[in-house]
Every structure is written in C-alpha cells, then in structure tokens.
T-cell receptor, first 117, second 115 residues
Framework: DAGVIQSPRHEVTEMGQEVTLRCKPISGHNSLFWYRQTMMRGLELLIYFNNNVPIDDSGMPEDRFSAKMPNASFSTLKIQPSEPRDSAVYFC???????????????FGSGTRLTVV | AQSVTQLGSHVSVSEGALVLLRCNYSSSVPPYLFWYVQYPNQGLQLLLKYTSAATLVKGINGFEAEFKKSETSFHLTKPSAHMSDAAEYFCAVGRTGAGSYQLTFGKGTKLSVIP
C-alpha cells in the first residue's frame, strides 16, 4: 500500500491567493482527518470525515477554510484567501474501523508545508 | 474533556543512556493513550498504544510506556538511546463522543541524542 498521499509537499503562495491541498487516503479507510501543525499551537485537528461525511469541523479556523471529500479516495482542504498566519504544515490522516477502533488505525501522510508570503 | 500534557519541549540524552519522556493525561473516562514519533519532514508514526489490556505497553524500536492511573501518567521510556532515536515525540489521547473518534495531541517533546 502506498500509504496516505498528500500533494503538494511544499507550497509557497502570496497572501490573498487561493490554496488547495490534496489528500488520497489509504484504500478502504473510511475516516479522514486534516491536522495543522505549527510551532505555537502544535497539532490541531481541523476537520474529521467519516464515510465522506464531515463529522466534526469545529477546528476549522474561519470561513476562509473549507474541506471537501467528494468520494472515498480524495479530499481537499482549501484556503481562500490565504494569509501569512496560515503558514504551517498540514497533515492528512486516515483510519479504518468503527467506533473506538478508528483511534487505533491512524496513518499519517507526509504533510504539505505551506508558506504564505 | 480529554487532554494530554507533555513535560519538557526538549530533552537531551547521551547515546546509551535512558530515555524518559513524560506525558500526563486528563480524562474523565478510561483513556485511550498513544505515543507517536515524527522524524524531520515526515508524518507521524505510531510507536505504541494503551488499550487497557496491560499497563506496560511495548512498542516499536525498543520503546515502552507504562499506564499509571494513580498518577494519570503514560511516560515513554527506552533503556538505551540510539542516535536514530533523535526525533520529536507526541503523546495523544483519544477523544470519543457524539459519534466522533479523534486524537488530541500534546505539544511534543524533541529528543536529541548526544554521541
């Protein structure tokens, strides 16, 4: 298995531009998570999908952030417009199972390092 | 609400010395606890998990952690540090409820190994 695949690995964009981050979960995994990692705040959960449906988006910072999961094999995280404070590493993780077993199977992608200048 | 606190953002040990990384949890229910490791420019990898089957949990690369309910702790240890252990380590607690199952991470502890 190729694992969780994120693209791009690095993104540099100018303030005000739209940014789209992509994630392909492991085949068969029915849960998908987007996390943001910064020095100041550590790892924060942004949004959690189960069977392509958003379950918890309470971590999405503001309306500039949106996430979609149109099918079981693809998810996007979009920031529009981007701001310098959005600079961070964004991780996607997927898992399988039901209920508590979801916690046991987290697999992380390698992340996208976003720099907004 | 479940949360974890990692004591020490940076720990340095000599090669061959004991590694001890501290994690305390806060949970009103039996916790689901995890340790992850992150190498530079990589995602997080699971080291070990506490599933209530045993209080002493063995993980990969010679690491282990002991669940102590009385101390609300889940500290990570390794008897002898190796240069390849240099990385950042995250303690995490599983949050459950309202159909949501997600991990909440501590701030991380960066481990340096001195030759």
């Amino acid at each position: 298995d190729a694992g969780v695949i994120q693209s791009p690995r690095h993104e540099v964009t100018e303030m005000g531009q739209e940014v789209t981050l992509r994630c392909k979960p492991i085949s068969g995994h029915n849960s998908l998570f987007w996390y943001r990692q910064t020095m100041m705040r550590g790892l924060e959960l942004l949004i959690y999908f189960n069977n392509n449906v958003p379950i918890d988006d309470s971590g999405m910072p503001e309306d500039r952030f949106s996430a979609k999961m149109p099918n079981a094999s693809f998810s996007t995280l979009k920031i529009q417009p981007s701001e310098p404070r959005d600079s961070a590493v964004y991780f996607c993780a997927s898992s399988t199972g039901t209920a508590v077993t979801i916690l046991y199977g987290y697999t992380f992608g390698s992340g996208t390092r976003l720099t907004v200048v | 609400a479940q949360s974890v606190t990692q004591l020490g953002s940076h720990v340095s040990v000599s090669e061959g010395a004991l590694v001890l990384l501290r994690c305390n949890y806060s949970s009103s229910v039996p916790p689901y606890l995890f340790w992850y490791v992150q190498y530079p420019n990589q995602g997080l990898q699971l080291l070990l998990k506490y599933t209530s089957a045993a209080t002493l949990v063995k993980g990969i690369n010679g690491f282990e952690a002991e669940f102590k309910k009385s101390e609300t702790s889940f500290h990570l240890t390794k008897p002898s540090a190796h240069m390849s252990d240099a990385a950042e380590y995250f303690c995490a607690v599983g949050r459950t409820g309202a159909g949501s199952y997600q991990l909440t991470f501590g701030k991380g502890t960066k481990l340096s190994v001195i030759p």
